[in-house]
């Protein structure tokens, strides 16, 4: 797998395994738990009904835009840390697709 570095503009070579290993042991270690499918779907539904019922912060011919019609679970990839002794990654997280991405972009511009 080629890969970016976490600093200095440098990419990585490293076995797909390791770095699956690598992504494993962080989400570990920092006690992530994973989601049910039933769950986000409640979740974009819950979503869906509070974007509805605004009135005043949402125009009624624009709702649509502030909701994600096909939303799925953040997705994550790992930099690879050159200058730690193991080697250990840093995450970064794809949002985009998060049920409530657009909302809360809405939100933070008002």
């Not at 992504?23 to 009904?49: G, H, P």
């Not at 005043?56 to 502030?66: A, F, R």
Request: contains cysteine.
């Amino acid at each position: 797998m080629i890969t970016r570095a976490d600093k200095r503009n440098s990419i990585v070579i490293l076995p797909i395994q390791e770095y699956e290993t690598k992504i494993q042991n962080f989400l570990n270690e920092n006690n992530f738990q994973t989601s049910i499918a039933e769950s986000r779907k409640t979740f974009q539904n819950r979503i869906t009904k509070t974007v509805n019922h605004s009135k005043t912060l949402i125009p009624q011919d624009s709702k649509w835009k502030y909701l994600n019609l096909n939303p799925s679970a953040p997705t994550i990839k790992g930099l690879i840390k050159i200058y730690k002794p193991d080697q250990s990654i840093h995450p970064i997280v794809n949002w985009r697709n998060a049920p409530a991405y657009k909302l809360c972009k809405l939100l933070t511009q008002k």
